[in-house]
């Protein structure tokens, strides 16, 4: 089982990006997505979060700006990111709660870097 995220990169304060992190392998059932972010000198901390029946949580500082979505039948999981600030500069990470080979254990993918600048 494998987690491959992708859309990271520079964007200018107030600008917007779209991450997405599609789980692929021997994937029996996918319990929590979510979305983690670790800043330099910081401990990683949950953005988001969406289970699979499409309930939602938010950490307070992005709520308003960032929506998190999944596709059950693509087994990916999305993060709208509006109105970014230089404070979520950060490498964000996916994380999924995932059946496979009998057992249930948490997946993280490689990450990808946020940059919010002018």
């Known amino acids: 089982v494998q987690l491959v995220e992708s859309g990271g990169g520079l964007v200018q304060p107030g600008g917007s990006l779209r991450l997405s992190c599609a789980a692929s392998g021997s994937i029996i059932v996918i319990n929590t997505m979510g979305w983690y972010r670790q800043a330099p000198g910081k401990q990683r901390e949950l953005v988001a979060a969406?289970?699979?029946?499409?309930?939602?949580n938010y950490a307070d500082s992005v709520k308003g700006r960032f929506t998190i979505s999944r596709d059950n039948a693509k087994n990916t999981v999305y993060l709208q990111m509006n109105n970014l600030k230089p404070e979520d500069t950060a490498v964000y990470y996916c994380?999924?709660?995932?059946?496979?080979?009998?057992?249930?254990?948490?997946?993280w993918g490689q990450g990808t870097q946020v940059t919010v600048s002018s």
């Open positions: 969406v289970t699979s029946g499409g309930s939602t």
């Open positions: 994380n999924a709660e995932i059946f496979s080979d009998m057992t249930w254990r948490g997946y």
